[in-house]
Nanobody, 122 residues
Framework: QVQLVESGGGLVQPGGSLRLSCVWS????????IAWFRQAPGKEREGVSC??????LYADSVKGRFTISRDTTKKTVYLQINSLKPEDAAVYYCATDRTFSCNMDAEQNHYWGQGTQVTVSS
């Protein structure tokens, strides 16, 4: 079984910061790639970042503001979000396709967490 559990979302003012966490358990190797996605109302789910043993990937829209990291001792992937913008508001999900390379195509990732809501408002 595979389980991914996100946390850390909340209400933040524009320009603020959040750190999201994704804890994995089950049949997920510590070296599998794990990605973060987000979905805003009325929009498609988009990949924002991914971490693997090859490094990290970021969507152009978040480069320089988002940082992904992984702590295998805690079986947790983090997404540090800085300089939040209103357009960052969405439900954020972590996901994996249980491979060793990043894949930021939502359709290719088969294991998902339940999501955590990020709201950006003054």
């Amino acid at each position: 079984q595979v389980q991914l559990v996100e946390s850390g979302g909340g209400l933040v003012q524009p320009g603020g910061s959040l750190r999201l966490s994704c804890v994995w358990s089950g049949t997920i190797l510590d070296s599998y790639a794990i990605a973060w996605f987000r979905q805003a109302p009325g929009k498609e789910r988009e990949g924002v970042s991914c971490v693997s043993n090859h490094g990290a990937l970021y969507a152009d829209s978040v480069k320089g503001r988002f940082t992904i990291s992984r702590d295998t001792t805690k079986k947790t992937v983090y997404l540090q979000i800085n300089s939040l913008k209103p357009e960052d508001a969405a439900v954020y999900y972590c996901a994996t396709d249980r491979t060793f390379s990043c894949n930021m195509d939502a359709e290719q990732n088969h294991y998902w967490g339940q999501g955590t809501q990020v709201t950006v408002s003054s």
